[in-house]
């Protein structure tokens, strides 16, 4: 049987390319040597696959920092903005038009801003977003997937080159022009798709992965159009080459039909992520189509579960006879870290998981399975049943915990109208109230102190001095300021996950587990193994004190369950929504601890939220029902007179309103600066009857705000809630900033608010 790589991760296994790249950018190296470590990952990528026994070794994977943005330049996509800086430049894959694109790019005269960036599908990587202004004269620019090809061949290697598909690049792109229409778009770019797929066709190219993932999506009748029309036209044109349409994240479901009638020699399926469609599509598959079966999780960090896996293979060889068959992984493994060699975990964890490197060795194992190999299934047995029964994973008391859990525990002790009355009555706070979201600038002595903690250099006691004089002088600066409800600073978090997840069982961390996020941008997820609880309190100590400087409200500052949980590596063996209950557990001790230490404000951030939601909206209700429970069960605890506070960061609340409503917070803080506070018409609309504080100012710059802008911001949301609902805060946190811009802006802040409440 065939194994069928999709893609492999491009960052390097000790994050070369990231290195490479901002050295490049702040010029300490030559271009030369990017491409040169660029071409040495390339090569032992290509090499660890071949080395592996893969038969379908992707390439054109690589890129410098997105492969949408490849795509931009290989189609000459380029926004009207960046011709000038085109036009300077004399080729189409000059790095400076590339990164410029990527980056912005503000030298030799030009002030171009960077082109949009997004998350890819419900991934955390981001993407660029093409943008289709009219302007762009499609060509074929720059064959860098006829490049890398060429690069792999000479190397010894033949691969499969790997394309995002004309349909997917369109749709997830962004017309900017209101008479363009993406058909049009499509019949103009398509010929340099058949150009770009019969240069790979003439150079040897046997099989070609197109991806189209939008496949998985809901999609107009007008756009599951596209799809023939695109794919009619460029089977015409092929004679040798096979197309294997690639599709990840997700189900085929209503496009089932329309997929399967596409003139292409394979499809690639998710299995990991929707299994039961592999019975659905089975009967339906013409008789010339081979399979992908993808089987192996390319966005954990889990051990493959070979009998599971195996048992949907035979499924598929006993329908379609063992030659249409391919084995891979689910997406491309660019969303996995690099290699569990690299690891110091526990060998009993290290056991249980496999990292991109591993998955192309569990790709071969099914394949030699199936060919008759029954140690590899034992062994793998047994890992699994390991991990089915490790204490250290199953804990009675958290399963007890979640199993008494009642309706009760979701729910205050009253309704929002009493309790806003107990917490005016204690906090006896004035009309528009000023906070911040949680964080000050992280400078780099505050920085140097963790990581010397950490490294054993200072003493914990000695650590912990510093850190209460960096919350002292925060204190006292927000009371010379009359900020009404203060915050500590968040001087010993490094990251707000992190931050919990080293304090909660059931989390590890990994040395080496990067996962790219954007260009250069790399994350490393905390991977939550086992049933989450809280050993000890985590937050209380640095609140407490805090608190005991100021007269004051101290605002407790916690992240919530579902922001944790989608920002690590989660557990495949229970549902999301168990996960995400045992960590509201955890945070609802945390809050009730909060509240017993005479802290009246706690703040639980749930910033992620809105990018939990499933990429089909007949997904939605039954995700937002779990992710606002877990909220609720977190916050529910404290009596009513404890004023509970979120945050969200991410725009976009109109789909969702509802939801947020149900998240029956007291107080809610959200970015609204940059869209003028156009986002608070939906609370409006929905006459949202909780405290809102709309960011009154952008914390992504520099710039101090003036007090008559945040005062004409603060003007509009009067026009759209009641005065005596509406908070004055930053967008978001404040620890990338400076402390002297920071200090300006929330004195203007302050005097905004002041005025507010003399003109009302
Ligand atoms: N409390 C966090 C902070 O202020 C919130 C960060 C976020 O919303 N992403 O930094
Ligand atoms: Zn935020």
Same mark, same amino acid.
């Given at each position: ?194 150009? #770009? /797929?019969? $240069? ?5 190219? @046997?099989?070609?992965?197109? &991806?189209?993932? +939008? =496949?998985?999506?809901? !999609? ?105 068959? #391919? /084995?891979? $992984? ?5 969303? @996995?870290?690099?290699?569990? &060699?690299?690891? +110091? =975990?526990?060998?009993? !964890? ?115 001095? @510093? ?294």
């Amino acid at each position: 049987m065939k194994t069928n790589v999709p893609g492999y991760p491009r960052i390097g296994s000790n994050r070369e390319l990231k290195k490479a790249n901002e050295a490049y950018w702040a010029g300490k190296i030559s271009l030369e040597k990017l491409q040169m470590t660029s071409r040495q990952l390339r090569r032992q990528n290509w090499e660890t696959l071949r080395d592996a026994g893969i038969d379908l070794i992707p390439s054109n994977d690589f890129s410098y920092y997105d492969q949408i943005l490849d795509m931009c330049v290989t189609t000459n996509t380029i926004p009207a903005r960046f011709q000038g800086l085109k036009a300077t430049q004399i080729t189409a894959n000059s790095p400076e038009l590339y990164f410029g694109m990527a980056r912005g790019y503000q030298k030799n005269g030009f002030d171009l801003t960077a082109m949009e960036m997004t998350k890819w599908f419900d991934t955390n990587y981001h993407y660029l977003v093409p943008e289709f202004d009219g302007t762009q004269n499609f060509e074929l620019a720059y064959n860098k997937a006829l490049e890398e090809f060429e690069e792999a061949k000479a190397l010894g290697i033949h691969t499969k080159p790997v394309i995002i598909g004309p349909v997917s690049f369109l749709l997830l792109g962004k017309i900017k022009e209101e008479n363009l229409q993406v058909a049009d778009l499509l019949d103009q770019l398509l010929p340099v798709y058949i150009s #770009l /797929i019969q $240069s790979l066709e003439k150079a040897g190219a @046997s099989w070609i992965q197109i &991806d189209e993932p +939008t =496949l998985v999506l809901d !999609l107009a009748p007008q756009q599951q159009a596209l799809f023939q029309y695109a794919y009619n036209k460029i089977a015409a044109v092929l004679s040798s080459a096979k197309l294997l349409l690639t599709t990840y994240f997700g189900s085929l479901q209503d496009n089932t039909a329309l997929t399967l009638q596409l003139p292409v020699q394979a499809l690639h399926i998710d299995l990991v992520r929707a299994p039961e469609q592999l019975e659905q599509l089975l009967p339906q598959i013409p008789a010339h189509l081979q399979l992908s079966l993808g089987v192996v999780n390319g966005r954990n960090i889990w051990k493959n579960n070979y009998e599971k896996s195996i048992s949907l293979i035979r499924k598929a060889v006993d329908s379609l006879g063992e030659e249409r068959v #391919l /084995i891979a $992984s689910s997406c491309s493994l660019l969303h @996995s870290p690099y290699d569990l &060699d690299l690891e +110091t =975990l526990t060998p009993q !964890l290290k056991n249980w998981m496999a990292f991109a490197k591993q998955k192309v060795y569990e790709l071969v194992d099914l394949a030699n399975i199936l060919a008759g190999n029954n140690d590899i299934l034992v062994a793998n047995k047994a890992v699994m049943q390991d991990r089915a029964t490790a204490d250290i994973i199953h804990k009675p008391a958290v399963k007890a915990r979640m199993a008494a859990l009642t309706a009760a525990d979701a729910n205050r002790k009253s309704e929002f109208r009493v309790r806003q009355q107990a917490q005016e009555a204690v906090l006896q706070l004035p009309l528009f109230p000023t906070t911040t979201i949680g964080s000050f600038p992280q400078t780099e002595e505050i920085r140097k102190l963790r990581a010397d903690v950490k490294k054993g250099l200072i003493t914990p006691e000695a650590y912990a001095a @510093s850190i209460r004089k960096a919350i002292e002088a925060s204190v006292q600066l927000q009371e010379s300021l009359h900020i009404d409800v203060l915050v500590h600073g968040e001087f010993e978090r490094n990251d707000m996950v992190e931050y919990f997840g080293e304090q909660l069982e059931g989390f590890v961390f990994t040395k080496n587990g990067w996962v790219q996020s954007y260009g250069s941008r790399c994350v490393k997820p905390p991977i939550i193994y086992g049933d989450v609880s809280r050993p000890l309190p985590m937050t209380v100590t640095w609140s407490s004190y805090a608190q005991s400087l100021t007269r004051k409200p101290m605002k407790g500052m916690l992240t919530g369950p579902v922001t944790i949980l989608q920002w690590s590596f989660v557990r495949d063996d229970q549902p999301r929504a168990d996960t995400t209950l045992q960590i509201a557990l955890a945070i609802r001790d945390e809050v009730n601890d909060l509240e017993q230490a005479g802290i009246r404000v706690i703040q639980v951030d749930e910033p992620a939220i809105r990018e939990g939601l499933p990429l089909r909206r007949a997904d939605w209700p039954a995700y937002l029902e779990w992710a606002v429970r877990a909220f609720r069960v977190a916050v529910s605890g404290v009596e009513d007179a404890t004023q509970i506070h979120t945050h969200m960061c991410y725009s976009e609340f109109n789909d969702i309103i509802d939801s947020i409503a149900a998240m029956d917070a007291d107080v809610i803080t959200i970015e609204t600066s940059r869209s003028q506070m156009e986002l608070l018409e939906v609370f409006s609309s929905f006459s949202y009857p909780y405290e809102i504080g709309p960011g009154v100012y952008d914390i992504h710059s520099p710039r101090v705000p003036t007090v008559a802008e945040m005062t004409a911001l603060l003007e509009k949301a009067v026009q759209l809630l009641p005065a005596r609902n509406i908070w004055v805060n930053p967008d978001c946190g404040l620890k990338t900033r400076k402390w002297p811009e920071t200090e300006q802006a929330l004195r203007n802040m302050v005097t905004a608010a002041e005025k507010m409440r003399v003109a009302i």
